[in-house]
């Protein structure tokens, strides 16, 4: 049954039409223990400081939050989360368990996929991650000329790039001496030309990270890293000690020349944009070195058992979840930016982008339905301060509400001069003016003050007043430890599965990507000179002709 029929669905529309009138100042005005009541802290444990997520800019009350989480209760959202830890294949449609908390399991709780527990293979996986990550970073594992790895390229698109990317930049001050690791996944052949055009194929190891090694903008890029390796090594035998396998396909990594030895596995219950935590995430091992690592899964684990666990009205990702969906359904916001105000965050924007908008850009439910009202929002985001020189104009005066989230480090890894006082001050400053806004009222005082009078008030006034109560979430963290970005990833899965759960619809598999897949692959021989137009609509054939007319033929190899 569609969540929009529901009693709680019913009583949430009321709610936010009683809302709707009364702006967050007024609330903050009415109600001083706002903040106490609409912030929750997380325990990271091992002694860190708790993670502080604040909802009190939301367009919410106390009541809001019962509310939520009675449609919470209504869906069997918690239900549905205890069959995705037991290892149901929740995955309905490809018919799998989805189990990337087995990944960060620390505890020794057996995790039954069909009966049988994962964890042993999971901790003999790991086990080689570690002893790969160890060699190399120690120097045992090196290269064919007997020199150390000082490059690793991991060659991955999607789920096989966007976490181990991230993460490998956020944990950058964490790297102390390890081999500097490049990620090269767009199939614009200038990707993995530039990236080679700076690396030694002596001092080199490539990870070939797919999932399905079937992948064709993968494939095409160890071809050519491959070959642009043999070009110097010459000897076939040499590729073993550079080009590992990051996969679930033996059979393709061993067709590519990938020996088994050299292949680091993981299973189909691993979605691909969750799947930092498997062996995808070699490159964050071989960056940061594997008991880091480990401190990153450690950090997810802490907020797989507060999810697992915690009752839903303290339960962080829930109310992450939920706070989503009150935003995208009851207050029609289309939209979802996420600015985080550290630097080393710089591509959480785009790791989510695939976590959030792949799992729950959705319209049809796991039972068939329709799923009857607005599902996942298109998310965007930089790190402050440089969306605010960019696209905030939009946030703060645009027509269309776009809910924030703002991510908040109160200590720098670089600790330079005023750097962070002034970051802290602008992230805090963008957050309070778009709860606050400035009525005409204020705008015309500010103007009088400054001495402006007459027609050019009464013009400037309309263009300097502000609506506000534009909704944004504070997650303030200590400093960005892999145990603290580990609980901060896992808190963004959980929230997106939350969110998933309420419509309805099925967060792990991505059917609508498959279409452009098979038509690229039908295109590809239509581009050679000559060749013969395809049955396309008059838009494509025309472009492939003026392609055909266009296209140099000067392929060479990188
Ligand atoms: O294009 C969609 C997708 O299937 C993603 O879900 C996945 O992360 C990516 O392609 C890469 O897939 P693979 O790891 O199998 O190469």
Redesign the pocket.
Known sequence: MTCTTLDSWAKLRDHQAELATTSVRELFERDPARFERLSRRLDLGRGAAPMLLDFAKQRATPETVALLCALAREVGLEAHRDRMFAGERVNSTEGRAVLHVALRERSRRPVHVEGADVMPDVRAALEHMRRASDAVRSGAHRGYTGKRIEHVVNI??????LGPLMVVEALEPYRLGGPKVHFVSNVDGTHIARTLSELDPETTLFLV???????QE?LENARTARAWFLRTAQKEIHIARHFFAL?TNAKEVQEFGISLENMFVFWDWV???Y?LWSS?GLSIALAVGFDRFEELLEGAHVVDEHFRTAPLEDNLPALLGLFGVWNTNFWGCGCHAVLPYDQTLHRLPAYLQ?ADM?SNGKGVRADGGVVGCDTGPALFGEPGTNGQHAFYQLIHQGTRVIPCDFLIAANSHNPVGRHHRLLLANVLAQAEALMRGKTEAEARAELERAGVRGAELDKLAKHKSFAGSRPSTTILYDRLDPRTLGALIALYEHKIFVMGSIWGINSFD?WG?ELG?QLAGRILPELEPGAPAGDHDASTAGLIAELQLRLSGEDKSA
Request: aromatic residues 4%; proline residues 0%; glycine residues 20%.
């Open positions: 991955g698109i999607g789920g096989s790039d990270a797919s999932k399905t090694f079937t992948t993968t996969s979605g691909g944009r799947s995808i695939q792949e991505q990507v897949k």
